[in-house]
């Protein structure tokens, strides 16, 4: 069965410093989306991507924050100076369709020092 | 904007007994509908949807929900729940006909106790 594949599972970054998320949607898939879940928090939307632009961000995703598909399979989420509170895990999912049921990777869980 | 309202945080079951999880949501159209769950360490996994037509909709592993539009709601059942069931349940929605993310509730833990 196809799924969305996330690497690394886990990454542990010092304050500051970039990190790049990588995600591999379902091949078939047209929507991208990055989410995350703060520890016993709610699930919360960042990003969702279309026909190579970003189609929708929530107020989290500010300008530190970015999203590249760079090529056919891949499909990033960089944060360029990470903050103590970006610690979550961060998942990537991607659907058919743009209200479809999205299918949602394993998760990368962040943690900022 | 939409929001998802669950309002059981923590479940406790003994195996056998009926689960029912509440989910409310808030959103002038039309919306669809699922049910997450997230076992230990694992990814979210869609356990059911509803986008239209009968309102009582079947899942996976013995799972259903019913849609009440005049409640707004979208509850999760299972008449007889196993300890593999323990996890953390998530309903979430997406208005209909535009591409949108999704709104989760906040979760349900459920406990199963063998």
């Known amino acids: 069965e196809p799924e969305v594949t996330q690497t690394p599972s886990h990454q542990v970054t010092q304050m500051g410093q970039e990190v790049i998320l990588r995600c591999v949607p379902i091949?078939?898939?047209?929507?991208f989306y990055w989410y995350r879940q703060i520890l016993g928090q709610k699930v919360e939307f960042l990003v969702s991507?279309?026909?190579?632009?970003?189609?929708?961000k929530s107020e989290i995703f500010d300008d530190q924050f970015s999203v590249e598909r760079p090529d056919g399979s891949n499909f990033t989420l960089k944060i360029r100076s990470t903050k103590l509170e970006d610690s979550a895990m961060y998942f990537c999912?991607?659907?058919?369709?743009?209200?479809?049921?999205?299918?949602f990777g394993q998760g990368t869980r962040l943690t900022v020092v | 904007a939409q929001s998802v309202s669950q309002h059981n945080h923590h479940v406790i079951l003994s195996e056998a007994a009926s689960l029912e999880l509440g989910c409310n949501y808030s959103y002038g159209g039309t919306v669809n509908l699922f049910w997450y769950v997230q076992y230990p360490g694992q990814h979210l996994q869609l356990l059911l949807k509803?986008?239209?037509?009968?309102?009582l909709v079947k899942g996976i592993k013995g799972f259903e929900a019913e849609f009440i539009k005049s409640k707004f709601s979208f509850n999760l059942r299972k008449p007889s729940v196993q300890w593999s069931d323990t996890a953390e349940y998530f309903c979430a929605v997406i208005p209909r006909g535009s591409a949108r993310q999704l709104t989760f509730g906040s979760g349900t833990q459920l406990t199963v106790l063998p």
């Open positions: 091949s078939n898939h047209l929507y």
């Open positions: 999912a991607s659907s058919v369709g743009g209200n479809t049921e999205a299918f």
């Open positions: 991507f279309y026909n190579n632009e970003i189609s929708e």
């Open positions: 509803y986008f239209s037509g009968d309102p």
